[in-house]
């Protein structure tokens, strides 16, 4: 190609995934699909945000329609900062507390901060396909905990740490972990502490599903148990508002954030003023809680449907999680099967249906009998549906 010479080196890890242009294939419009990790679009509070749009641009308009400084809006930082002590035990200031484009655009500020070539990142095994893909650009190698029920295996973690050089940061997802489901223990939450503390290493601690728990009790987060500023901390509005307004933050140590809104600066320069004010005017007319309550008692009826159906339809060899909150099911298919081709040869031609082929969430060691289905997104009817067809084609390939 013409322009191979000139790119950058780490392009060469850059590329498209294959599980991509699969998925690509399910956004037909007359396939059911539980690929994407998408909250219910009918419960995006559309009609208060008209009223929340409105006051801000009949009294506001100048200010929100106009440039503001890389860290966010003020008010917005404290509101975030009160909710912080509330939910999550965390006592910080508007210091530690700035706006990004959500989680995402946190877990690349993070690598670009603490990554250079080589350096490694410890994640758990499966982990979030998109932490990866932020990663990635900086070229580090990858070490992994391999997961269960209770989160990420601390001594397979002590291990690591143990003789591993250039560890910079374990990158762990807490909360109903994307893609599996499941919560971290508070025991391994303290484990976890000592361990980083013990070999001198950060630990973001990525959220974005915390707050839609439906059943159990919230165990305390990383960050309310951090004495020693090694903790950074990624909330998101996308799940419990709006994933198009792309507004998160980060809770980090101050000198750790004052450098995190530079790298932000230098990307984007801020994130939406209109976004963030409507946002923080939501927050001033309308009980954010309230509209929570509703998401969880609607993702816990759809957990319930989609797990009825499979423990009716699916074969024995299959096992799956069961999520106490947030949006979607690890699903363990017979291990003769692989997931994607599966997918490619019967779920999507035969049943019009989709999931996400489990082998992208693996950075190393790769397992090919996995599936991350999601139940947010999709009427109940066709949940009941496509899943009964899925395990039709499960049950014959079995
Ligand atoms: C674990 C995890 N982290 C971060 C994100 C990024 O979310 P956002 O950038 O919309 O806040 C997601 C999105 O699905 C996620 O599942």
Known sequence: MLH????????EVVKPSAIRELLALANQPDIISFGGGFPDPTLFPTEKLINVFTDVMRNNGGTALQYTSSDGLPSLREKLCARMKKTGGVDCTIENLFIIQGGQQGMDLVAK?????????VTERPTFLGGLIAFNQYQPQYKCCSMDKDGMNMDELEEILKTTKKVKFIYTIP???????????????KRLLALASKYNVIILEDTPYREIRYEGEHVPTIKSMDKEDRVIFLGSFSKILSPGMRLGWVVAPKEIAAKMVLLKMAADTQCSTLNMWLVDRFMDMYNIDEHIEVLRSAYLRK????????????????????????????????PKLDSEKVMKEHILPEAR???VPGAGFFPLNVEHNH????YSCVPDEKIIEGINKVGAILKRLD
């Open 371 to 374: 599936a991350r289905v999601n």
């Open 303 to 334: 957990r319930n449907v989609m797990l009825k159906v499979m423990q009716e339809a699916f074969p024995a060899s299959c096992s799956w999680t069961i999520p106490q909150g947030g949006l979607f099911t690890w699903l363990t298919i017979n």
């Open 113 to 121: 901060l603490f990554i250079d070539k080589g350096d490694v990142i």
């Open 4 to 11: 191979d010479k000139l790119y950058a080196e780490r392009m």
């Open 353 to 355: 249906a989709a999931y």
């Open 175 to 189: 909360d109903f972990q994307n893609p599996m489901g499941v919560c971290m223990s508070l025991e391994r939450k």
